[in-house]
């Protein structure tokens, strides 16, 4: 089961603007081949930091609105946010420890242990 927030327009501010902990953004598609595989690895970085990061998932589809004002241009785009303000970007497929460390999750969710 995912741990990861399906985000909205809705329930993007309360969600991620709002957020106390630093919440990680996928901005994915169904169809998209390289969002699939990095989906698994997004649900573990979901799971293992559960309680001191947030995961969540815009369908870029289903949300272009969020899309654009996140300016997406290609997907996988993943964003990490910290106080409602975008602090790491990475666009593309990376293996996961290339992925934290580009986040700066590898020292970072390490020092607040």
Same mark, same amino acid.
Request: charge should be negative; charged fraction near 20%.
């Given at each position: 089961m995912s741990s990861a927030i399906r985000l909205h327009e809705g329930n993007f501010e309360q969600e991620v603007i709002r957020s106390e902990l630093p919440v990680l953004v996928d901005y994915w598609a169904p169809w998209c081949g390289p969002c699939r595989i990095l989906g698994?690895?997004?649900e573990q970085l979901a799971?293992?930091? &559960?309680g001191s990061l947030k995961v969540a998932k815009v369908d870029v589809d289903a949300e272009p609105e969020l &899309?654009?004002? &996140?300016?997406?241009?290609g997907i996988p785009y993943l964003v990490l946010y910290r106080g409602g303000q975008p602090v790491a970007?990475?666009?593309g497929a990376l293996p996961r420890a290339e992925l934290e460390r580009a986040?700066?999750?590898?020292a970072e969710l390490e020092d607040a242990a």
């Open positions: 698994p690895i997004v799971d293992q930091h &559960a &899309a654009a004002s &996140a300016g997406v241009r970007e990475v666009t986040l700066g999750l590898d």
